[in-house]
């Protein structure tokens, strides 16, 4: 059984009031991983992602990325090219995850296409790239996981069965305006 580290995954929504997160705070807390939103389809990149992964990595925390898919309006690999160009230069020992929540539209089979297609270009640059799906998604994907590592959304599976996943309820994290998304992160699964 690996190690548990605890995670929050942040966005610009994170940034309510337009301050910064205080890492020092966050680290403080108990949180040893972030997974930090990069960008959305092909023309929205967090302005928050380079302060957020700097305040991150200065306090020693686990640093990854998550890219929400709009697999409707792009192809895989622009969308991923997109989210590499964001994450470029930055610290990254988890990853770029691809965050599926939409169809838009899309079959299964073209979901699972286009996921395939994103985590192809993606592997080009970072060594893992996570799926963030919900267990109705999962079910639902021919081939997924597609060899990828499982960040699972409010899961219903045993947790030790997948590298990350996510509580059903955000919560107050010291150091953040609002609440945020809080899970577990298991680096060995």
């Known amino acids: 059984m690996s190690a548990q580290i605890r995670m929050i995954d942040v966005s610009a929504n994170n940034h309510p009031t337009d301050e910064p997160i205080k890492w020092p705070w966050v680290k403080n807390a108990g949180v040893g991983a972030v997974m930090v939103k990069c960008s959305e389809g092909v023309n929205y990149v967090n302005p928050w992602l380079g302060r957020d992964a700097a305040g991150a ?28 160009a964001a994450i470029a230069g930055l610290p990254r020992e988890l990853g770029l995850a691809l965050d599926l929540e939409v169809t838009e539209g899309r079959t299964w089979q073209e979901l699972a296409d286009f996921a395939a297609g994103f985590h192809t270009e993606a592997c080009k640059v970072v060594e893992h790239s996570p799926n963030y799906v919900n267990d109705y998604f999962a079910a639902n994907l021919p081939g997924f996981p597609w060899a990828q590592r499982q960040w699972r959304a409010r899961t219903a599976r045993t947790r030790f069965q997948v590298w990350a996943w996510q509580e059903s309820t955000p919560i107050a994290v010291p150091g953040i305006v609002g609440l945020t998304d809080v899970g577990y992160l298991h680096p060995d699964a």
Do not use: C, D, K, T
Not at 62 to 81: K, R, T
């Open 57 to 84: 990595s200065q306090a020693g925390l686990l640093i990854g990325y998550y890219h929400f898919a709009h697999p409707g309006q792009q192809v895989p690999a622009v969308e991923a090219q997109h989210a590499l």
